[in-house]
């Protein structure tokens, strides 16, 4: 989901959901909130990253990138077996 508004009297946030068949607002209640700034995953410029991104180098910032992990951990599971 991704915030699109913050109520701060009411303490909620609105959301609209990312999926493309379910683009709809939402509202989250909340008792404390932290706001910070996002970032971009940092590879330090090192050569091959990009290339081989899913394969043998993962990130962990997206929900798919927990997906390709939990993918080739089974994956190695299988070929041991």
């Known amino acids: 989901a991704k915030a699109?508004?913050?109520?701060?009297?009411?303490r909620e946030v609105?959301?609209?959901?990312?999926?493309?068949?379910e683009k709809h607002d939402f509202k989250v209640h909340y008792d404390y909130l932290v706001v910070s700034c996002g970032s971009k995953t940092n590879t330090f410029r090192t050569p091959g990253i990009s290339?081989?991104?899913g394969q043998e180098v993962?990130?962990?910032?997206?929900?798919?990138?927990?997906?390709?992990?939990?993918?080739?951990?089974?994956?190695?599971?299988?070929r041991a077996a």
């Not at 609105?14 to 068949?21: D, K, N």
């Not at 993962?58 to 299988?78: A, D, M």
């Open 58 to 78: 993962f990130f962990l910032k997206h929900l798919y990138h927990s997906r390709q992990i939990r993918n080739r951990i089974v994956e190695c599971f299988e």
């Open 4 to 10: 699109t508004s913050v109520d701060f009297g009411n």
């Open 14 to 21: 609105t959301c609209r959901s990312i999926f493309e068949h």
């Open 51 to 53: 290339e081989r991104e």
